[in-house]
């Protein structure tokens, strides 16, 4: 997206695995792709994602969900911290936790499904789980879904989705290679949408402008 002079938009991202979708979203940053930046990110446990991120200069803050955690508890000590840190929008990128929406972040915070919503979506349902699904059933595409977070596992409204033929021959592997590459396409799109002010939601659905 351009820069239209205005204010980066301030993105708070949620991991708990590699990190790369956020690493995704800082080089089209640098790369003057997406006006944005990223003031924190949180990790619910121990992951890559925090050491590299953290070799890119990037905040990273460890809130743990330990056994016995709910969604309120983490609730209770994840917003005030996103926040302190002047959130525009939230981004779910690899967060594998029901992330309880406050009232007023509806509407403010995504998410990253490696499938075609609503199709192999839900609890349990992430990474190579929703890849050896499409495979395991015959699919001839798969893709990526970029939607608002709602209380329900990959259920608020669809921004985007990109769409990815599936070979034959397919392996897990293969598939979620060629699912991330859209993702890291579809993403950053998503955002920039928000940040431009082109999305509202009408009647549970969204629209673009």
């Known amino acids: ?86 959130a525009d929008l939230v981004c779910n990128a690899g967060f594998l936790r029901l992330l309880v929406v406050p009232p007023a972040w509806e509407g403010r915070i995504m998410n990253i499904h490696p499938g075609l919503l609503p199709k192999y979506g839900g609890k349990g349902m992430y990474g190579d789980h929703v890849h050896r699904a499409v495979l395991a059933n015959g699919e001839t595409e798969s893709g990526c879904t970029v939607h608002f977070v709602t209380d329900e596992y990959d259920a608020g409204p669809v921004i985007l989705q990109r769409l990815v033929p599936v070979a034959p021959d397919d392996t897990a592997d293969a598939l979620a290679a060629r699912v991330f590459a859209a993702e890291c396409e579809a993403y950053p799109e998503a955002v920039g949408l928000y940040a431009e002010g082109r999305l509202t939601i009408v009647d549970g659905k969204v629209e673009i402008r």
């Not at 820069?3 to 708070?12: H, M």
């Not at 979708?21 to 940053?29: A, E, K």
């Not at 508890?73 to 994840?78: L, V």
């Open 1 to 86: 997206m351009s820069d239209t002079g205005s204010p980066p938009l301030r993105v708070v991202c949620n991991v708990s695995g590699g990190g790369r979708t956020v690493l995704n979203f800082l080089d089209r940053i640098e790369a003057g792709e997406l006006h944005a930046s990223i003031p924190l990110v949180i990790a619910d446990r121990t992951c890559k994602a925090i050491e590299r991120l953290r070799a890119r200069g990037v905040e990273v803050r460890l809130i743990p969900w330990s056994k016995g955690t709910t969604p309120e508890d983490f609730a209770a000590r994840i917003w005030p911290v996103i926040e302190e840190a002047g």
